[in-house]
């Protein structure tokens, strides 16, 4: 079982890239590249992970989830977001059907 913690300690290294140096790391990178760049890879990594899905294989699956996870971490952090914001929102839904949560969201 992994550490609940590790997605908390992930979220506080990404926040401290956002002030990094472009070329000290990948992902200050990203974020010296911007919104559209982040956004970029988190579309290139869920595709990824619909293709492993396609091709059943479970270690790939998991390996591209990763990805995904990661990079949209880091678009959540793009926007002063942490994984802390997504777990209420999962906290909130729990127990709720999915028909009816999403009849329930204010249409803007």
Known sequence: MIDPEVLQRLGRTLAERKGASADSSYVASLYAKGTDAICKKV?????????????????????????????????????????????????????ISGIDEKAARVQP
């Open 43 to 95: 579309a290139e990594e869920a595709a990824e992970t619909i293709m492993a899905a396609k091709d059943g294989d479970l270690r790939h699956i998991v390996y591209e989830v990763t990805d995904l996870w990661f990079h949209s971490m880091v678009l959540l952090s793009q926007f002063g977001l942490s994984v802390d914001d997504v777990l209420v929102e999962f906290r909130r839904r729990e127990g």
